[in-house]
């Protein structure tokens, strides 16, 4: 995604005119899941100047200028404000290593985790609801991959049976979309910590981590064409993920 990201972070590429992190809060907010901690890495500084002038980019405003400075915004509805903490985690810091960083922050007993990059239809209180059911201490969000390539049956004479362009492949992976309950944090040690790998898998082998499954949409941001696929189901009003 270098057209994108060489001068901008990841979670600040845009989708209909907003950045996908933008469309990734409003999918919690419309379940009205507001209060985020983002971990801030490459060019977090970008996101936190999005933040600081989120009003003056997004909603007139008039300006008294002078000794007594003012400034009010007009139009402002905001149906699920969001509540941002901004944390700066490190340039090089794993996934697990940041949310150890940001732990001062999460004074819930439960939290929610994801990445800056995927959107989804899925029901987010559906999947809250879920991990409070099986008492574990983590929920993992799986579904279907689409295959990136079309996937072709031959026979023993190298006759083509069947061609399907890039069909959903039956196993499940990893979609994000994390419920975790704060004793996790004790499965995280340092900034080369990598969330995905030992923690997952220590989390596994002690029988706490349950996968939720959804049917539904999903799509990780990971190259400038999809990018552009975002962009077109948004312009056809066609954005499975937007519940809002």
């Known amino acids: 995604m270098r057209e994108e990201t060489e001068y901008r972070p990841k979670p600040l590429v845009e989708i209909g005119g907003k ?13 009205s899941f507001s209060d985020f901690v983002l971990c801030l890495g490459y060019r977090g500084q970008m996101i936190k100047d999005y933040f600081l002038q989120y009003h003056a980019m997004n909603h007139d405003f008039t300006m008294t200028l002078g000794r007594e400075k003012s400034i009010e915004f007009h139009d402002v509805v905001e149906a699920n404000p969001f509540t941002v903490t901004l944390a700066e985690t490190g340039l090089a810091t794993m996934t697990g290593g940041r949310v150890l960083r940001v732990s001062k922050y999460i ?76 004793k996790v944090l004790d499965y995280l040690d340092g900034d080369d910590c990598i969330f995905e790998q030992q923690p997952l898998e220590r989390l596994a082998a002690d029988n706490q981590l349950v996968a939720f499954r959804h049917e539904g949409f999903f799509f990780a941001m990971d190259t400038y064409r999809e990018v552009l696929q975002l962009n077109q189901l948004w312009d056809r009003n066609e954005a499975p993920w937007r519940v809002w």
């Open 19 to 31: 950045p996908i992190l933008w469309h990734i809060m409003k999918m919690y907010s419309s379940f």
């Open 107 to 182: 004074t819930e007993k439960t939290f929610m985790m994801t990445y800056g990059d995927g959107v989804s239809d899925i029901n987010i209180a559906e999947l809250v609801r879920f991990h409070e059911s099986h008492g574990k201490l983590a929920t993992i969000t799986v579904t279907h991959p689409v295959s990136r390539f079309g996937m072709v049956d031959v026979d023993k004479s190298g006759a083509v049976d069947r061609f399907v362009e890039k069909p959903t492949v039956d196993s499940w992976a990893s979609a994000g979309f994390f419920v975790l309950d704060r």
